[in-house]
């Protein structure tokens, strides 16, 4: 197989160069994991030049196809400043590293300023004016703190100094969470990447497809559980919303369900994908770093908040479908939705294809318990072997031409090399800003300054710093990237959480990571619900609305985390197990009260809101309250009442099941 450009236009050419850029830079990157023969600050200022110089290429294709000509210009020399940059800070690692430490030549300075510039730049085309502004915002207090009012103010760094924060000094963008990123998160990325491009993400959605056909609510629940599995390892509920809201969202709407339900349900899915173990969008690579903690002493923690997030979403959504498919008929056919039909024995090998690295990756970080290097090396290893070995096999018993199969197998490969790529190559440029923005701030002292007032404002009570903790964190998660809104938030607020009200380390970074990641579903910016609204064609508040009622027992389980530590903190024994139960049960109570879509005793508002306010009030007591005989008490009348509610339901379901032993009876 011999490549040739003789029957290719320019653009094929480049789209062709940017996906061998794209490989060559895996090839790398998997070569650092297998040796470990550079040092991880070098490795981590060519891997971030070469993941933007892959990035800027595929953007350079899109701006040239639609004609947009400056942009081109503006990503051409973006890419001239970040591989002049590169080029030059590997030259002379040594030099400014151990030689001039604080100190540059003024061309030094100039450089870093162009690639700040760039970062800035491309921080803006990948996630809009709202997040650069925060960015800039951060680099102006840096320089002019001495304006600042307060307790806010500091003496203010001069450019120079500013430029060492950010480039020269190896913090900043090529910071400690960028290096994280470089090392660790990268490979799972490419691991994504390569699932997507063999199919795994195919075969997710035929798993929820075929849900659909045993549960009434099985299309609203099948998009449940694809969108949790996909996003766990995309790390952004944007992207996620994006990538499985464009075949959930049409097939709930198909369905009969509302656009604005079923953008609603999707967006509050994409989200929940990041808090779900192993993986947990990445953060959890991040956090295991920031504790000093094993990454399996992370996942263990957040394997009990991710099922009270997953029963009480399950439970709305179940509900939701139900309520708004009631009288219809659904007709699914798989032919409709998928490119190629696939018959049971190709559905069981498909799923040992991708189920088997899936469990090697388990098994070698939970049982082994080897480090997140090694254990990502080795399952994308194992991901090559089954990707290639079960088709071709498959191939060769059935007689098909090998070659052929072998071909469209490296294709397969090729795209999910870039596509790994493009996944990562906006979170490794927002993390590179983020690290910069969380340096300067470290620098001027802010996090010692927000602590105090954290503690000041709320009058040492606790309830008062968690909400305003929690609002600011909402507000700093601003949609972005989960690894992304979880290092700001751990950097600013987590620091305040431990060291004023004594909450366990743990504890305070779930609490933070959770209340970031609902940005993407909080108004006005709430990104996944604007992404999942754009699919569905509905009205974004309407859509909104519907996301908030599902997610509620989401914000309230952070709290849960500071008045119940056990819940994440107690590794695996009986005492978190119970705690996560019981506040399992007062999120189906909130879920219960907000989206069932029967009769609250009564038909009339005066009596149905009073009830669904009650089930709220008791579900969130259960899950927060910090005294296990309240917490059960208002479970025993979460269940009262919900008997007393259901009881016709449960009624009728028994006298079917009654008439239907008593008709077998008699046929016996």
């Not at 992370?298 to 439970?315: E, H, K, R, T």
Request: aromatic letters at 12%.
């Amino acid at each position: 197989m011999v490549y040739s450009i003789s029957n290719k236009d320019r653009l094929e050419v480049a789209n062709d160069l940017v996906t061998a850029l794209a490989i060559i830079t895996w090839v790398w990157v998997l070569y650092y994991a297998f040796t470990q023969r550079m040092d991880r600050i070098l490795f981590t200022v060519i891997f971030l030049g070469a993941i933007i110089v892959v990035y800027l290429g595929s953007e350079m294709i899109e701006a040239y196809r639609e004609e947009k000509m400056l942009e081109v210009a503006g990503l051409g020399i973006s890419a001239a400043v970040t591989i002049v940059t590169t080029l030059y800070m590997t030259a002379f690692y040594n030099t400014l590293l151990s030689v001039r430490v604080g100190t540059a030549l003024p061309r030094e300075y100039a450089l870093a300023a162009a690639f700040v510039l760039v970062i800035l730049y491309l921080s803006y085309r990948a996630y809009g004016f709202t997040f650069l502004a925060v960015i800039v915002a951060a680099l102006l207090y840096g320089l002019y703190g001495d304006l600042a009012p307060g307790i806010l103010r500091h003496g203010g760094f001069s450019l120079n100094r500013t430029a060492n924060i950010m480039v020269l000094d190896f913090q900043g963008v090529y910071g400690s969470i960028s290096r994280i990123i470089a090392t660790w998160v990268a490979l799972f990325l490419l691991y994504a990447g390569l699932m997507r491009g063999f199919g795994a993400f195919d075969l997710i959605m035929r798993v929820a497809f075929r849900m659909a056909t045993y549960v009434r609510s099985g299309i609203a629940l099948s998009a449940v559980t694809s969108s949790i599995i996909i996003g766990s390892i995309t790390g952004s509920q944007a992207a996620n919303t994006a990538i499985t809201g464009s075949f959930t969202i049409p097939l709930m709407k198909e369905s009969g369900m509302k656009s604005e339900t079923a953008g609603g349900i999707e967006s509050v899915a994409s989200t929940g994908g990041q808090i779900m173990p192993p993986i947990m969008g990445a953060a959890a690579f991040v956090m295991a770093s920031l504790l000093g903690i094993t990454y399996v002493e992370v996942m263990v923690a957040g394997i009990v908040p991710a099922l009270i997030f997953y029963g009480s979403v399950v439970i709305a959504v179940h509900y939701k479908g139900i309520g708004e498919l009631r009288g219809k008929s659904i007709e699914l056919d798989a032919a409709d939705k998928f490119d190629e039909t696939m018959s049971t024995k190709e559905f069981a090998v498909q799923c040992l294809r991708f189920g088997i690295p899936f469990a090697v990756l388990i098994y070698m970080l939970g049982v082994l318990q080897y480090t997140v290097l090694t254990s990502a090396l080795y399952t994308i290893i194992v991901m090559f072997i089954t990707g290639f070995g079960f088709p071709l096999v498959t191939a060769a018993s059935e007689g098909n031409d090998l070659k052929e199969e072998f071909v469209s197998l490296l294709h397969d490969t090729a795209f999910g090399f870039r596509e790994g790529a493009m996944i990562l190559a906006p979170i490794a440029i927002i993390i590179a800003a983020i690290n910069g923005v969380v340096d300067v701030f470290e620098a001027s002292g802010i996090p010692g300054v927000l602590s105090l007032a954290l503690l000041d404002i709320s009058g040492g009570v606790m309830l008062y710093a968690v909400i305003l903790a929690m609002v600011i964190s909402i507000i700093l998660g601003l949609g972005m990237p989960t690894v992304a809104a979880y290092v700001i938030v751990a950097s600013l607020i987590a620091p305040a959480l431990v060291q004023q009200f004594f909450v366990p380390d743990l504890a305070a970074h779930f609490f933070v990571l959770y209340a970031a990641i609902l940005s993407g579903l909080t108004p006005p910016i709430a990104i996944a619900v604007v992404v999942a609204t754009g699919i569905a064609g509905s009205n974004f508040w309407r859509t909104v609305h519907e996301a908030l009622k599902i997610s509620a027992p989401i914000y309230v389980l952070p709290f849960a985390f500071i008045y119940n530590p056990e819940i994440v903190v107690g590794g695996w024994g009986m005492e978190t197990f119970f705690s996560g139960l019981v506040a399992l049960l007062g999120a189906l109570g909130i879920a219960h009260g907000l989206n069932y879509y029967g009769k609250f005793f009564h038909e009339s508002p005066f009596v149905k809101f009073p009830v669904k306010g009650v089930y709220f009030v008791l579900g969130v007591l259960a899950m927060v309250y910090p005294s296990m005989p309240v917490r059960l008490a208002c479970i025993a009348i979460i269940f009262v009442m919900m008997a007393v509610q259901l009881r016709s339901h449960i009624w009728k379901r028994f006298n079917r099941k009654s008439k239907t032993e008593s008709v077998q009876t008699a046929e016996d």
